[in-house]
Nanobody
Framework: QVQLVESGGGLVQAGGSLSVSCAAS????????MGWFRQAPGKEREFVAA????????YYADSVKGRFTISRDNAKNTVYLQMNSLKPEDTAVYYC?????????????????WGQGTQVTVSS
């Protein structure tokens, strides 16, 4: 049974930093591209960042480029999202997802598995 479990969300002031993690189990983690998506209240889910199986290919949404960093540790079956210079508009539920094909990592429709999400709230 595949499980993706996010952790590390919380409340932070604007300009602050937060790191969220996603621990995977039940799948060959190093064979999957991994992505982070977010969904704010009343808005559609949007792409945030993604990383290829080996970690060589990195992708970021324009809105987070230069502020967020995605990384992975295949030995720990974990993907991370370091978020700096946070803004109130970053407030959302953050989801991690796993994509076996890893060909279109910015497209949520290609992902096979999803976590339950973790809330990130940035106060102004």
């Amino acid at each position: 049974q595949v499980q993706l479990v996010e952790s590390g969300g919380g409340l932070v002031q604007a300009g602050g930093s937060l790191s969220v993690s996603c621990a995977a189990s039940g799948l060959p983690f190093s064979s999957y591209g991994m992505g982070w998506f977010r969904q704010a209240p009343g808005k559609e889910r949007e792409f945030v960042a993604a990383i290829s199986q080996s970690g060589i290919r990195l992708y970021y949404a324009d809105s987070v480029k230069g502020r967020f960093t995605i990384s992975r540790d295949n030995a720990k079956n974990t993907v991370y999202l370091q978020m700096n210079s946070l803004k109130p508009e970053d407030t959302a539920v953050y989801y991690c997802a796993a994509d076996r094909s890893a060909m279109f990592l910015t497209n949520s429709n290609t992902y096979d598995y999803w976590g339950q999400g973790t809330q990130v709230t940035v106060s102004s």
